[in-house]
């Protein structure tokens, strides 16, 4: 336990957080103050999605939250970053990704548009503001240019980015919850590597995440809709590269995309279901992983529980690359927390008690009153 609170620890700790407390708490706080207006916005305009077919909500709920956590998440940037040379591309990418993609949300779009939308914005990323994936290091500090390939790579990381978190939104309380996780793993991240400008984007995109989700968590009162995923895709994939851009580390992805290792694989795993069933990649289905948990048996916070227990696993795992390594024993306390939660809401739900005799013996008998 000296470890943990000894002077290094805690100077190291306060090294790499204290910079993206504040855009945290400010996104937080920008998130909440606006929900209730987007709620209002969204049943004024027609903003809401319906009960039945693959939708598993029972009753008509607002769906900008998109536009409450981009407010939230512009706010906090704004405010700590405005000398910032990234700052435009991040805000003007991400809040295309949400004002499109809130288009979705009322009008539907074929999905060939809709995957034009996500390369357009990948693209403009890329292009015009040159949030771009350089290089990359092997162990021994080989160091790999990707040359003519530093656009593709990028246009890739950002398009698997956006889809993996319009997948991953399929239950209350799931994308926003995780997102925050992988934010501040990545936050980390970017301390450990002395990114201060990288620690407070990443905590604006946390605390955003955090607002939204007193609001989104089961049973939610509001979706992000798919102007929220994406802007938190296309986000999260620029800040991501924007904390490898500068600085050739080996592995230096591993952390987010450890992190997202579950939603990732699943996604993979959609979109090769999908081909081998000859249907298309955009069609919607209830067989990923959260919908298979809750046929399982789990309700929507436990499904929760087990993405956001295995995000802050992975993620923690991650950042073991860059010294973090006591973070690591803190999140297997604090999943091994969440996992007996579940376990046990489980257990006395189907009834099932353990056939120990000996165990009522220890209790004693409870005293006649």
């Not at 708490?25 to 969204?42: E, K, R």
């Not at 805000?91 to 009322?106: E, F, H, K, T, Y």
């Not at 040159?130 to 162990?139: A, C, T």
């Not at 501040?184 to 590597?193: C, D, I």
Request: aromatic residues 8%; charged residues 10%; contains cysteine.
């Amino acid at each position: 336990m000296t470890d943990f609170f000894s002077d290094q620890a805690l100077a190291s700790l306060t090294q790499h957080l204290l910079p993206g407390l504040w855009p945290f708490v400010v996104a937080l706080v920008g998130c909440v103050l606006f929900v209730p207006l987007a709620i209002y916005l969204s049943r004024r305009f027609g903003w809401i999605a319906q009960p039945g077919g693959r939708h598993a909500h029972s009753r008509p709920t607002p769906t900008l939250g998109g536009l409450a956590m981009f407010v939230g998440f512009a706010l906090a940037v704004a405010i700590f970053l405005p000398q910032y040379g990234a700052t435009p591309g991040v805000l003007i990418v991400s809040g295309l990704a949400m004002v499109a993609l809130a288009i979705d949300d009322r009008w539907p779009m074929h999905p060939l548009i809709k995957l034009g939308v996500q390369l357009g914005l990948a693209l403009l990323a890329v292009v015009i503001f040159r949030v771009q994936i350089g290089w990359f290091s092997l162990p021994g500090g080989h160091l790999v240019q990707l040359g003519l390939l530093e656009a593709p790579v990028s246009v890739f990381w950002l398009l698997g980015m956006q889809n993996t978190v319009n997948f991953l939104d399929g239950a209350d309380g799931l994308a926003a919850g995780v997102i925050a996780i992988v934010a501040l793993v990545l936050m980390l991240a970017a301390g450990q590597l002395g990114q201060l400008e990288v620690v407070k984007l990443s905590g604006a995109l946390a605390g955003c995440c955090a607002g939204f989700l007193m609001f989104n968590f089961p049973p939610a009162r509001i979706f992000m809709g798919d102007s929220g995923a994406h802007f938190l895709g296309i986000a999260l994939g620029m800040i991501s590269i924007l904390g490898v851009a500068k600085v050739a580390v080996a592995f230096a992805l591993a952390a987010p995309v450890l992190a997202l290792a579950v939603p990732i694989a699943d996604t993979g795993w959609a979109i090769l279901r999908r081909r081998m069933k000859g249907s298309s990649v955009a069609t919607p289905d209830r067989l990923h992983l959260h919908h298979r948990l809750q046929s399982f048996g789990l309700d929507p916070r436990q499904t929760c529980y087990v993405f956001y227990a295995a995000s802050a696993l992975l993620g923690a795992l991650g950042l073991t690359l860059f010294g973090h390594g006591r973070i690591l024993a803190v999140v297997v306390v604090a999943a091994a927390v969440l996992a007996s939660t579940v376990v046990a809401d489980l257990l006395q739900h189907a009834g099932w008690r353990v056939p120990a005799p000996w165990l009522r013996r220890l209790l004693g008998t409870p005293a006649n009153r």
